[in-house]
């Protein structure tokens, strides 16, 4: 079992940069692929991007890519997503994801962080 907790979220304004961590506890963290989703008031939960269990393979929303980068470390056992050109549409509340499966859709994720809010002002 792993547990996960992000951090980083916040206010910004279009156009800035957030950074967003997810630590995760227990020494498997390196056997699952991790994602990361968010949510907006109303809306489903959406897919932003993954990695692979060794940080060699990533995949970006449509909605991100250009703009999102998903990394690893696994000696410390966080993922980040860096994000930049934020939009006002990009706000929602992420989540961090950890699954035997990945991809993107959130039901192959067993775990899940309770989430971090950014907010993004036009």
């Known amino acids: 079992q792993v547990q996960l907790v992000e951090s980083g979220g916040g206010l910004v304004q279009a156009g800035g940069s957030l950074r967003l961590s997810c630590a995760a506890s227990?020494?498997?963290?390196?056997?699952?692929?991790m994602g990361w989703f968010r949510q907006a008031p109303g809306k489903e939960r959406e897919f932003v991007a993954s990695?692979?269990?060794?940080?060699?393979?990533?995949y970006l929303a449509d909605s991100v890519k250009g703009r999102f980068t998903i990394s690893r470390d696994n000696a410390e056992n966080t993922v980040y997503l860096q994000m930049n050109t934020l939009k006002p549409e990009d706000t929602a509340v992420y989540y961090c994801?950890?699954?035997?499966?990945?991809?993107?859709?959130?039901?192959?994720?067993?775990?899940w962080g309770p989430g971090t809010q950014v907010t993004v002002s036009s």
């Open positions: 227990g020494r498997t963290f390196s056997s699952y692929v």
């Open positions: 994801a950890a699954g035997t499966v990945g991809g993107s859709y959130y039901r192959r994720y067993d775990y």
């Open positions: 990695v692979s269990r060794s940080g060699g393979t990533t």
